[in-house]
């Protein structure tokens, strides 16, 4: 089992940067890949960015590659989504996953991930 507490978000001006975290605690951190998925009101739950347990494999939604990047620390149970020149239509609320334990790849599916946080508020304002 794995518990995953997203942080960071924020109301933002568009052109601004923030950046979220997501930790996690429960088994080894570095046994999971995470991503980060987000929700605007009336929409589906969309993906965002993934990464394996080796930083080098990521994965981005089109939209958003040029725009943020992933990270992970494993020595804090920590990983990361660093969001620049936001845009109003990244608001949203976005969550933190993690795959099942030994499925060391990012997923851009949804349904791969089983463990979810809680969710952080991020509003650009025009």
């Known amino acids: 089992q794995v518990q995953l507490v997203e942080s960071g978000g924020g109301l933002v001006q568009a052109g601004d940067s923030l950046r979220l975290s997501c930790a996690a605690s429960?088994?080894?951190?570095?046994?999971?890949?995470l991503g980060w998925f987000r929700q605007a009101p009336g929409k589906e739950r969309e993906f965002v960015a993934a990464i394996g347990w080796s930083s080098g494999d990521t994965a981005y939604a089109d939209s958003m590659e040029a725009r943020f990047v992933i990270s992970r620390d494993n020595a804090k149970n920590t990983v990361y989504l660093q969001m620049n020149s936001l845009k109003p239509e990244d608001t949203a609320k976005y969550y933190c996953?993690?795959?099942?334990?030994?499925?060391?790849?990012?997923?851009?599916?949804?349904?791969?991930?089983?463990?979810w946080g809680q969710g952080t508020q991020v509003t650009v304002s025009s």
């Open positions: 996953a993690a795959r099942p334990s030994g499925l060391i790849f990012p997923s851009t599916s949804r349904a791969s991930y089983v463990y």
């Open positions: 429960g088994r080894t951190f570095d046994h999971y890949a």
